[in-house]
């Protein structure tokens, strides 16, 4: 989160099939949005919007 440049980032945990877009929102402040329920992971500083059963594609639900 330190690099000039970043101003987008993403975190996906497969296990929890969870989805968290960060967004500089200013100078060290980020904004979190949970996209795990939504119908698409969306990332505006590259103008991307990815069905979410695509970016879990190929990873099995764990079963409890």
């Known amino acids: 989160r330190t690099l000039a440049s ?3 980032y ?3 945990d497969p296990a929890d099939r969870r989805v968290e877009v960060f967004t500089l929102a200013w100078a060290d402040s980020w ?3 949970d996209q795990s329920r939504a119908p ?3 990332l505006g ?3 991307l919007a990815l069905p979410i059963e695509a970016v879990f594609k190929g990873v099995e639900a764990e079963t409890a």
Request: aromatic share 0%.
């Open 6 to 8: 970043l101003g987008e």
């Open 31 to 33: 904004r979190l949005v």
């Open 10 to 12: 993403v975190l996906i």
């Open 40 to 42: 698409a992971l969306t």
């Open 45 to 47: 500083s590259i103008d």
